[in-house]
């Protein structure tokens, strides 16, 4: 299990660099809020959501490394969330890509790929992404070779670089509502050429209930807390509480 998952969503509340202004193309909308700036600057300081000793000490959690003693693996990608979230400054987007396949079926629909690991003893399914590392074979266990690699059948391969994290929080707060009427101003606008699509995903600290969706390269997760949840289980291996079960069913022996 990982320590704290909330330990990752300060820096995307409270800015790990305070987000830097960007105009907006958007006009504010009848019936919406005045948009306003966020505060900017990439200094690590707090924008005040919370105290600066707070901010730093989050800070300091989110670009600690893990280890295979605190839940890393058995697949991942990084071993903290500062390796995937470090450029300009900790929070940010990432110098190194990842990579997602899969295949389309006689209909022409995508697939997901079967990837087999430990000599085709397991086969990973459910998801796209293709872990960069393994935490075996090692000196511990040199008998195990569970690294992924993407076979033949899957044809469909892409290359995706996580997103920076400043803002994040100010995106959680943005109501449903102001999405979906962004959502059809774009379609109005553009008289059909782009239209928005807003689509509703559970939320997953609070089974039962759905928001629109907004973290995510699909928008598969609509709070902070899903979104960092399923950045530990998948991109560093570890499970959570809103996550429990692992990618893999390979046992280490």
């Known amino acids: 299990m990982m320590r704290y ?12 660099a305070r987000l830097a202004p960007v105009p907006s193309t958007v006009p504010d909308l009848p019936g919406l809020p005045e948009s306003q700036e966020a505060p900017a600057a990439f200094d690590f300081a707090s924008n005040g959501v919370v105290d600066d000793a707070t901010h730093q000490a989050d800070r300091t959690a989110f670009d600690a490394i893990e280890d295979i003693s ?21 929070g940010g987007g990432s110098q190194v890509a990842e990579l ?11 697939v997901n790929p079967s990837v087999p690991i430990d000599g085709g003893t397991v086969i990973i399914t459910g998801r796209t992404l293709i872990n960069d590392r393994a935490i075996c074979p090692s000196a511990a266990f040199p ?13 469909i391969r892409t290359l995706r670089l996580s997103l920076g994290l400043f803002g994040d929080g100010f995106v959680e707060a943005v109501p449903d509502e102001t999405l979906l009427r962004i959502a059809a101003w774009q379609c109005r606008e553009t008289k059909g050429r782009i239209c928005g699509k807003a689509i509703s995903v559970p939320v997953l600290e609070a089974p039962g209930n759905y928001r629109v969706g907004r973290f995510g390269w699909k928008d598969q997760q609509a709070s902070l ?3 960092a949840a ?4 998948n991109e560093m291996g570890i499970t959570n509480r809103l996550l429990p079960t692992e990618v893999t069913r390979f046992a280490i022996p």
């Open 5 to 16: 998952i909330s330990l990752f969503l300060t820096l995307a509340a409270a800015g790990c």
């Open 143 to 155: 008998d195990q070779e569970i690294q992924e690699r993407v076979p033949s059948s899957e044809t």
């Open 100 to 110: 997602r396949a899969g295949h389309r079926d006689q209909q022409g629909r995508f």
């Open 225 to 227: 807390l899903s979104f």
């Open 230 to 233: 399923d950045a530990y289980l």
């Open 70 to 90: 605190d839940g890393l693996g058995p697949l991942y990608n990084a071993q903290s969330c500062r390796e995937c979230h470090q450029n300009p400054a900790s």
